[in-house]
């Protein structure tokens, strides 16, 4: 709207020619619309009458609806675009996406329409619409039903091991995936148990549900890791068995369902929405589980390393503790050694001097003839028994123990320290006497 016609006032009186002219204006113009083909009615020569409607289904009581004229003009250029395959009459029940010229049209004692040509044809869906809306049936169904399906259902794989594989039993789906995953089985990392069923035509359904009761089964009598649906490519129609109802609820009872249908290009199905894991290709399909098992793998040696280094920091742990043990019992066991030999040693020091003494008075008495109450004895100790350590007063002769001065208390150890007349004390082990040294004279032959 320009600023004359915004700058008129809403209850301005206009003309109805002026009216259709604002709108003839308004409605020309080129435009790209995403919807879906209801019907295609030949104009002869001239073309085609499209009739369009909503691209994804509504419950809308008064759907919009739009006819436009696909002419053989425009219809040879879209050829040249898309390819020779495209057919106008192919088109029905299937979601385009088309580009538009919209004008008024004036029709005679009809009023005033709304016209459309069609200029370009840019895309064309694969799966008609009916296919779509049967899926949508389906899976509202299993919801209704209360049944858990798609991503939420993926239960994280600790060990993959026992694997089922749904596929034709001759095909290139098949081969694609034992390419992938023949390695696996043959170093035994993985079991994969081969369950072959029909994906097309009249018992494809019932083929399918056997399938997956097979693969339940294998679950309750192995532990499935998971079960790989691949089926190659082909016509949409070939998937109709794949958007089923009994195949999909059989689907739901499978455990981690990984899907691989068709190709980049083919269109999704109820299996593929149902599944765990949706992959575009068998070979893809295969490779999400081998990444799996090599996840395992990975998980598993980093697991062990810790353990080998948990277990080295516990045997080093143990060690430092037993060594301390061994260490505090070898210094416990050199005190004890050190003290019996500083006892055996101090009872030795003992004996030496008391044998010591006993020789000194011995020969003291012999010398000098000394004269006292008590008969000198001066016999010798005999080497000293250790014994075991525990009694510091070795066995003693009886003998004269220690002289010592009565004046000074000084020990009297050699004969020349003796004087005439000089008092003394002889300590013995069971008393002391007091003496006092008188010379004699000896005479001998």
Known sequence: MDDGEAARPADEIRELRDLLGWLRQRLRGEHTVRASVLTVEPLGSDGHLLLLGEADPGSS???PRLKVRLAAAD??????????????????????VLQLQTSLRQRYGRGAGVQGRVTTVISVSTLPIDGEIQREQVLQRLRREG???????????????????????????????????RP????????????YALFEGPSAERSLGDAFARA????????????????GGGPVEGFQALNSYATVRAATEAPNVIAGLGHAGTPLTALDAV????????????????????????????????????????????????????????????????????????????????????????????????????????????VLGFGDGDDDDPAWEPGWALVTAAETGLVIERYRELKSHMPLFLHFRDGTIFVRVVPTFVTYN
Not at 147 to 162: A, N, Q, S, V
Not at 184 to 195: A, C, Q
Request: hydrophobic letters at 45%; charged letters at 25%.
């Open 61 to 63: 009581l008064e759907p």
């Open 75 to 96: 219809l040879a250029a879209c050829r040249d675009a898309i390819g020779d395959a495209l057919d106008p009459a192919a088109l029905v029940n299937r979601t385009v």
């Open 147 to 181: 049944r858990r399906f798609g991503p939420g259902t993926w239960e994280e794989l600790e060990d993959p091991r026992h694997i089922a594989l749904i596929a034709a039993e001759f095909g290139d789906a098949l081969r694609d995936v034992e390419h992938v995953l």
């Open 184 to 195: 696996l089985e043959d170093s035994g990392l993985i079991r994969l148990h081969r369950i």
């Open 216 to 231: 339940g089964e294998l679950h309750r009598e192995h532990g499935l890791s998971a079960t790989l649906v691949c089926r």
């Open 275 to 382: 599944a765990a894991r949706s992959e575009p290709t068998p070979t893809a399909a295969a490779i999400l589980v081998r990444r799996l098992v090599e996840a395992t793998g990975a998980r598993a040696e980093r697991a062990l390393a810790t353990f080998d280094a948990t277990l080295a920091e516990d045997l080093e742990a143990a060690g430092r503790i037993a060594l301390a043990g061994a260490l505090q019992g070898f210094a416990a066991s050199l005190g004890d050694l050190a003290e019996l030999a500083d006892r055996r040693l101090r009872q030795l020091n003992r004996g030496l001097e008391r044998s010591l003494l006993t020789g000194l008075a011995a020969a003291s008495g012999v010398a000098t003839g000394a004269k006292a109450e008590i008969k000198p004895y001066a016999a010798p100790i005999e």
